[in-house]
């Protein structure tokens, strides 16, 4: 698997059917978090996707927590509207662990703290506009992780 895709309590089941889409159509592995907004047998998580769900290869994680210590020796890149660095920068390498925040408020404050100097953003062009739907934010960091790693290779 290319990526490693990571939802901190998803929240909006659309969206996460819509991230597991795009995981099984570009190679890379899900990871969910709970808890979650939405049970994954929700109707509007089908729509949005599961009827590829069986395909999908993801793990289910019962807390931040658990996810950390199975992972905890990982490269991991976190993405937040408090980024100083952006998502062009990160370091692109297969197996990197890409972590998404929670739609309504993101990642939380002591991941962001213990974190920062693996934080990026993918930058805004209006200050009308606070962040990214998390189903587009994934796609754009996703794809261009596959371009440089297969630049790479």
């Known amino acids: 698997m290319p990526l490693n895709i990571v939802l901190i309590e998803p929240e909006i089941p659309n969206n996460t059917g819509n991230i597991g889409r795009l995981a099984l159509a570009s190679g890379s592995h899900l990871h969910l978090v709970k808890p979650f907004g939405f049970e994954i047998d929700d109707t509007r998580l089908k729509r949005a996707g599961l009827d590829y769900w069986q395909h999908l ?13 199975i992972n905890n020796n990982k490269k991991m890149v976190f993405l937040s509207s408090h980024g100083n660095k952006t998502h062009w920068d990160i370091p692109f390498e297969d197996h990197l662990f ?11 404050k002591h991941i962001l703290n213990k974190y920062s100097k693996q934080l990026y953003k993918i930058p805004l062009y209006s200050q009308h506009v606070r962040s990214l739907n998390l189903a587009n ?5 996703v794809y261009e992780g596959l371009k440089k790693i297969d630049y790479i290779h």
């Open 98 to 108: 890409l972590i998404f925040g929670k739609e309504s408020v993101g990642l939380p």
């Open 57 to 69: 290869s993801v793990t289910y994680y019962e807390s931040i927590d658990e996810f950390f210590n």
């Open 137 to 141: 934010a994934v796609s754009i960091v």
